[in-house]
């Protein structure tokens, strides 16, 4: 990998990108209210159910179809690949938050690069002829930058890990050695799903974890929210 594409990965993964994703937390919310997250042993297996039930089997599924055809420069594929991934999330916090964080991520790099895909990509997207999933967004966004396609799973495992881990800290009381002692044990579950994504077609994208999905659809009947999802 180039330094500008190593550079492009580290800005991507960066809290400091302005794409919101601060504001979600999967989900994560609504357990602790039921009493379901209540410590940092809890986090670590609601994170990994996460990302090798959903992330693995869907998101990372379309990042690398997206993150395939951006060299070919073809926007039907990926718009595909975006609408598929739509189709197979069924909570639509899910859905809305990664249409959001994924207009957003998709915005700043039209304002940041010129190029002929990602504006053809951002009017379909504008057009709502494609929904602008976040993972979606990002495959495109690393395969434009040179960032090879297991890196860019890799990468979304990480932001979605700490995102998840910032939102726990928000939630919880854990300081911080015990986040990032769950971080560190997160990393066999993120290379479990990059793995899983793998031999994975559109059509073979079968995100499976319904406790999620409930706690999801009672997060968005909830009185008071502090994150999106």
């Known amino acids: 990998m180039s330094d500008e594409a190593t550079l492009e990965s580290l800005r991507l993964a960066d809290s400091f990108l302005p794409v919101g994703t601060d504001s979600v937390s999967y989900g994560l919310e609504q357990f602790v209210a039921a009493d379901s997250v209540a410590d940092a042993d809890d986090l670590r297996t609601h994170v990994e159910t996460v990302l090798r039930r959903q992330h693995g089997r869907a998101d990372l599924v379309a990042l690398r179809a997206a993150h395939a055809t951006a060299s070919d420069g073809d926007p039907t594929a990926i718009e ?105 044990d997160l990393r066999p579950a993120m290379i479990d799903a990059v793995e899983e994504s793998a031999d994975r077609s559109l059509d073979d994208m079968t995100p499976f974890a319904p406790l999620v999905d409930v706690r999801s659809a009672e997060h968005e009947r909830a009185d008071r929210r502090l994150f999106l999802s």
């Not at 010129?114 to 990509?121: F, G, I, K, M």
């Not at 860019?152 to 919880?172: G, K």
């Open 80 to 184: 595909r690949a975006d609408r598929r991934l739509t189709a197979v999330t069924l909570p639509a916090e899910f859905r809305e938050s990664a249409e959001r964080t994924g207009n957003r991520l998709l915005a700043l790099q039209r304002d940041l690069r010129e190029d002929d895909l990602l504006e053809r990509y951002g009017e379909a997207v504008d057009a709502g002829e494609a929904p602008g999933n976040y993972a979606v967004a990002l495959g495109v966004v690393a395969g434009l930058a040179g960032v090879p396609v297991r890196e860019a799973c890799l990468l979304a495992c990480h932001e979605f890990a700490t995102a998840q881990l910032a939102a726990a800290q928000r939630l919880l009381r854990l300081g911080h050695t015990d986040v990032q002692r769950v971080l560190d």
